[in-house]
Each structure stands twice: as C-alpha cells, then as structure tokens.
C-alpha cells in the first residue's frame, strides 16, 4: 500500500497562490485586506503564532494590526478593544489569540466579535453557521484539516471519522464539518472509556487532545488516515509519529502539516472578508 | 435485568407541575406566557402538532397565537410575520411548524427568529450556544431526551451513544448535548455504511432518522438504551418497537414517549422567556 504524507506546506502554498490576483485586485479597487490579531499577556507560544500569523500577511502583501494587551487586561478591557476593531473599517478579519490568560471570559470575548469578522469561527453564531452548514468562516483549523482532505482527494463520504477532542475551535467545528461531508463521526474526549476501541473502527482520524504523543499506532485501523492538529512543546504532534505512521494509509507531519495549512486558511477567509466589503 | 419503559407522560407531568406557580407568579405581576406557533400550508399532520401544542398552553393557563398562513406564502412574507412577533411584546416565544412547504426556504425563516423567543432552538445563533454549551433553548425535542434521561437516572458520563439521524433540529442538537454531558458521541445517518456494526457499540442510542421501525432490535447492544424521537404514520416510531424492547434495559415507547416531554419543554422554555421579559 502507498503511504501518503500529507504534506501542509504544499496545500498552504496553493492556497496562498490562489489568493495573489484576489488580492491584488482588491489593492487596485484601494483596498487592502487586513488582519487583526489580538494577544493578551505573555505567553510566548502565543507570540510566536501571532507574529506568523502577521508575517504570513505581509508575505502576501496584506495588512495586519497587531495589538499586545498586558496580562492584567481585564475581559471588559478586552471586550472594548474588540469593539473597536470591530468598528474599523479597515480591518477585515480578528483574530483573538487562544488562550487568554485565566482570570478573563473567553467566551465573553470571542462573542464580541462582529460575525462579519469572524474570521476564525470562534462565535457561537460561526460556529452554529457552520455546523448547520451554511456559515461563511469556519475555524481555521477545522477548515484546513478539510483543506487537507480534499487537496489529497482523500473520500469522507460513508467514511467513519473518530474525533479526538471536543474543544469549541477544533474537536467541535470539525466534527461538524466531517458530518457535512457524509462521514459517520464519533467525537471522543477525556471521558471516553474505550478510546482505543473506538479509534480500531477509524478511517479518518483527528487528533485534537492536546497532549504530546498521545495516540499510538497500536490503537489504530491498518491504513487509517490521520490528521494531527496537535502541537506540543518538543514540536511534536498529538499523535505518537513513528508508530502510528507505521499503520497509516495517509498522515500529516507534525511540523508541516495542519500548521501552515491553518494560516493560509485565515488569510484566506480575511482575503473572502475584504471582498465582502468591496462590493 | 430490570427493563423499564421510559414514560413521557410521567415526566411531561413533572415539568408541567413545576412551572404551575412560575405561571402564577407571573401573571400576578400581570404577564401571561404566550407562545406563538406559525403553521404554513395544510399538513395535517403539522396540523395535529400545532393544536397540541396551543392545547397544552391552554391547559397550563398560558396563552397561545396560532398563525396560520395559506401553502402559497413566500419567504419574505413568512419573514414579515416571524418580524412581527418578533415585535410583539405579549410573544414570549416563537415557533415555526417544520416541515415547510418546499417552495420556503427553511432556513432564512428559521434565522429571522429573535433570539430571545427562539424557544426551540432553531436558528444557527441558538443552536451554537447549544453545542457550545452556554445556549438557553436548546430544540425541545434533544432537551426533552436529556430531560428523560436524567429523569430516570441514567448515567450519560462516559458512555457511548450512538445518534441515528443529523437534522438541524433533533440530530446535530442532540448529539452536542449528549457530548456536553460527556457522553462519546457517534453521529451516523443516511451515508453511514455499517450502521449495524456501530450501534452494536451503543450504551445510548437515539432515533431521529424519520422512518418508520427502522431501526431493529438485532442491531443493537444487549443492555442499551434506546430513544426513539421519531413519530411516523401509524403511530409508530424509528424503532421496531418489539425487537428492541427484546434487548433494551430502558426504552421509551411511542407515542407516550419522547413527544409529550417535547411538547412540556416548549411550554417550559416559553415560561423562561417570560421570566426574562418580567425582571
């Protein structure tokens, strides 16, 4: 059996290819896409993936806003914060970086996002969008895992996918969109007794959980597909690599897999946004 | 093994005699609940469910609207009237009679519901809060089966339940509850390819698939619990009533199952709505 590895780097190059003209005619109309990314406190994993986030926009030739609030910004803080960028007319998309520091609601704040610049899904109304399957933005990684899927002509329909993982922006949104997609989906999490049993009945699997190196190959069907969206300290995935890439028909590296395809994403939902405001 | 037979009616008369003084209450400071129901066309059997519902508020001293709009009604005219009892401060809670004629698009109409008085949960906003898990109405009929489930004492952390049917409103919303609860949750419909083979797995199983006796007794796990959300010609269910009782440790019935507490649930969210109106 040919084993695939899935590779992100060239899924998101294809996206950010498919953006260039959109972009461009979007700039000769005197309109530049923006991005707004929002961080709080200090965590330097968050930094980093702010400042890929902005970079990946100026490689692009598109604008982004970058606003650092200290850790102590309090959730009616960061509520203001995010009315005012929703109030301005030339930011396109927002970006509230995840985690927030622990004293503030997340949810609160993800709700204050304009739904027109939910570029990432986060809303409750997104997320509902997507899952009923008309939404504009769906989260961005949910989304390049599809991305994924498609690029690779990897067939979901009458395909059993196991979901590891129940967060609002990933273990939800893309068990929703799998769902869209005719999978049957089973959503697994930290409660789940039998995970392993689940996952031997997977053709699809999605790693979602958060933990280093969680999901082994032992677990697995013989040819299974499977997209990490993890990403621990140590650059390591959620699932165990070397194992699980023993059993798999199809596999995302971690990194170079769902990582870069996430970004292109975002960039081109804030792209599909601008568009939106230039007509 | 004790079977039981999970009795609706037992548990619709509960939720029924606790809001009895919230009732009082309210219309001592002068606030009578009122449900508005929107029935397009003449589907009698859109007909019968319209009636019991306005009964029901009848019955419970609540008062009740019953739009009816001729089967040639357009979008945009079914939207104007959803727009006004969206303005109507005496309507405390909304809801449009699906199915609607196929020329309608559902779904627009669905959207054009207020928030506040979406008390079965249909728009993409009140079905996300749903599944996001702060969402104040979640569809009558997914809460009516965690209503039964928890009126029994069935234990829903950790164990596997099986959803057969993703409608917006009875398959995708019960599965997010029954995943909030901490169950691990399979979605399965009609692209899934072994249906037998994963129901086999069900600790939990709910029938929303709308056909009727569809699901067998054969397929199903020595033990399990079985829901049956579907209501077809002939008074039967989505269940082979007699094969799975055979296997079932708890079953509801039909009708006297799922369809009351549904029908209690609404009078309940209508009630909450009202409570909002009056602080």
Request: proline content about 5%; glycine content about 8%; some cysteine.
């Amino acid at each position: 059996m040919d084993k695939i590895v899935l590779d992100g780097n060239v899924v998101a190059q294809e996206i950010r290819e498919g953006l260039k003209t959109r972009i461009e005619k979007l700039k000769k109309n005197g309109l530049i896409p923006c991005l707004a990314t929002i961080l709080v406190g200090d965590n330097p994993a968050s930094e980093t993936y702010v400042k890929m986030k902005g970079n990946a926009c100026k490689r692009l030739g598109m604008k982004s806003i970058r606003v650092h609030l200290p850790e102590e910004t309090s959730t009616s803080e960061l509520v203001e914060t995010i009315k005012e960028l929703n109030n301005d007319n030339s930011v396109h998309g927002i970006l509230l970086q995840h985690p927030v520091p622990p004293h503030i609601d997340e949810r609160t704040a993800f709700e204050a996002i304009d739904i027109r610049k939910d570029v990432d899904g986060v809303t409750s109304t997104g997320y509902g969008q997507t899952a009923l399957g008309f939404g504009e933005y769906p989260s961005c990684t949910p989304a390049a895992i599809m991305k994924i899927l498609e690029h690779y002509q990897i067939q979901i329909d009458g395909k059993h996918a196991v979901v590891v993982g129940r967060s609002p922006i990933l273990g939800k949104p893309v068990s929703a969109l799998l769902l869209n997609a005719n999978a049957t989906v089973t959503t697994c999490h930290s409660r789940t007794s039998n995970l392993p049993e689940i996952l031997k009945l997977a053709d699809i699997v999605v790693a979602a959980v958060g933990k280093p190196e969680f999901i082994k190959g032992s677990w697995l069907k013989d040819g299974s597909i499977i997209l990490d969206a993890g990403y621990n300290e140590g650059n390591v995935g959620d699932i165990d690599y070397k194992t699980c890439y023993e059993v798999a028909s199809a596999i995302t590296p971690v990194p170079g897999g769902v990582g870069p395809v996430t970004i292109a994403t975002l960039l081109k939902q804030t792209v599909e946004s601008a568009e939106k405001y230039s007509v």
